[in-house]
């Protein structure tokens, strides 16, 4: 079902694309506008004429991983105060807080779940 309201933008960063197509399946369905970047190059040009209400981080990317990507945005005076959610497959013990350290204001890990994803990015939305 497609929810017509427009509850905010979103940058997705990742460099699967099916990954990109099922969070862009789940949130537009939750009535998000999900803008995406397949690199980290991608997104550094999309935020030049974008300012999304919340960023979703992939950290392992190739040419440049989200960690890095993370400091480079935060760096930029417009995206200070945009949420990043660092989404990932790196679950070792660490790696959260190696991402908070980066800028990330937030972690989901992956895989997803598609029952509870829409809530998480929510909260993040309200912060």
Do not use: W
């Not at 908070?100 to 929510?122: F, H, M, R, S, W």
Request: charged share 25%.
């Amino acid at each position: 079902m497609f929810n017509e309201e427009n509850r905010g933008t979103i940058l997705y960063v990742e460099d699967n694309p099916d990954n990109r197509m099922l969070i862009r399946r789940i949130l537009g369905a939750e009535g998000y506008t999900v803008h995406e970047a397949s690199s980290a190059p991608n997104a550094l040009e999309v935020l030049k004429t974008l300012r999304p209400d919340l960023i979703l981080m992939d950290i392992n990317m190739p040419e440049m991983d989200g960690y890095t990507l993370t400091a480079r945005i935060r760096a930029l005076p417009s995206m200070g105060m945009v949420p990043i959610v660092a989404l990932t497959a790196n679950v070792m013990k660490g790696d959260r807080e190696r991402s908070l350290e980066a800028g990330c204001d937030g972690y989901i890990q992956k895989p997803i779940d598609i029952d509870t994803i829409a809530n998480q990015v929510e909260r993040f939305m309200k912060r």
